[in-house]
């Protein structure tokens, strides 16, 4: 899901997940989360921790959210349940939210919001209009396939700067369109070289939320996440790309699928003052950072320090006032503040859960099962379940299932490596299929395609064989 995590259209609105569903749909979820809580409340007077009932609560919130509730709403009513099984005095559930802010989980969603902020900053200067243009021009703009791959590769940095998917093909679209619709691209062959380059850089970028959380949960460097994880597939997503491309083009070549002039826009995008120095000072300072965190092993919180340091520097290149800085940073960062608010409800959940303690009761009962369980097989397992995933928060379902199955992974001998793998294809995965998803529509829309069908080929011929590369580097890791 890359989630990024969500579409163009939503991080303009006040809650990135909103989704709108039809009324049986509402009313099901309304019958479903009053039974959640009623059986939770009469599991309040009945039980005392530990007990399997902490269950309930998170199997309510995977229920939820599969049938597509809005996933905040989804986390409040989990929450909520898991407050009526504990029935904690007033005074205590005050308590339980104010820890809750300082819990990692929460720390994530800030970062998340500073990382929008710093991607509006990057906008407003036109360093990544820059960045886009630069890479297209070193490239060159006359053989097809070298523009494949440039534009490949333009999306793939955009994106790993920003952190984002859509926010950041929403910023290179305007000026690649008329580069491919010049040399005889189709719709459908542009869309499918935005969504895999833009999915190559999600994978690589340092400070997105979904990367962050995987590196904190396997305790790795960004170096080691990248060696293995994130590495693999932008390799393989590079390395695939211009040959899917192709095939998608020559399907469309006879389709009526080309671009009219007046679907790309073939206006120059003008650049502001100074963008071309501003774009060395954000990429310097972006080095920088990257490479003291891997030389110093710096903690998933380092992002609290350096993405509002990117930002300021690459402002005060840019010769931005201090106001219209705060501005810029307040702009991008307030668009996801749901976000930052899901996070919140999420860390208080998993407080909730932890005093409920299920999985003491489970190791208790089930540790010796567990134990002489295969290592392969329940690596398998947790990645399939992540791939089922939780529609437009990627970070918020490797946070989930970290805190789900991370102690029963690190029971059965379950190495730092091979969790990267599981989190990465866990979260990532349904990026590229078997489903239609918002990535999909959005960079659909960004690149003025109306097939679908297109598309989700596109995803499928990466996601099989990412599938057999993941698999193979599992087997190999736990055997």
Known sequence: MLHDESTTNKLQEGNAYEVKLSPGRNRLLAILSAVGLITALIVGFTTSTPSLWGLLPIALYAVL??????IVVATVIALLSGLLILQPAPVEV???LGDSLGEFITTIGLIIMLGAGVGEILKETGVASTIVKGVMRAVGERNMMAVTFGVMLACGILVASLGTLAGAIAIAAPILLP?????GFTKSATASMLFIGGG?????????????VIMGAADVTYLQYVLFGGGPLALLSLALGPFIVRWIQNRTANKDDYYDADEFGGEEVVLPAHAGRTTIVFALVLLVSVGYAVLTAAGTSFPLLALPTIGIVTAIAARLSIADTVNFMYRGATKLISIFMLFWLLAALFLVIDLLAPFDVILENYGGALSNSSPFVFAIL????????VPGATAAQVVLLDEVFGGIGATLGITAASWVVILLFASKADTYGPFPNANMIGVMGLARSTNLKNMLITGWM????????????????TR
């Open 94 to 96: 005050g308590a339980l």
């Open 382 to 389: 947790i990645a399939l379940l992540g791939w089922v995933g």
């Open 65 to 70: 959210a599969l049938l597509s509730m809005d």
């Open 179 to 183: 580069i491919t619709a010049r040399l």
């Open 200 to 212: 190559a850089g999600l994978a690589m970028a340092p400070f997105a939320g979904s990367n962050v």
């Open 462 to 477: 990466l996601l099989v064989p990412a599938c057999i590369m993941y698999g193979a580097i599992l087997f190999f890791q």
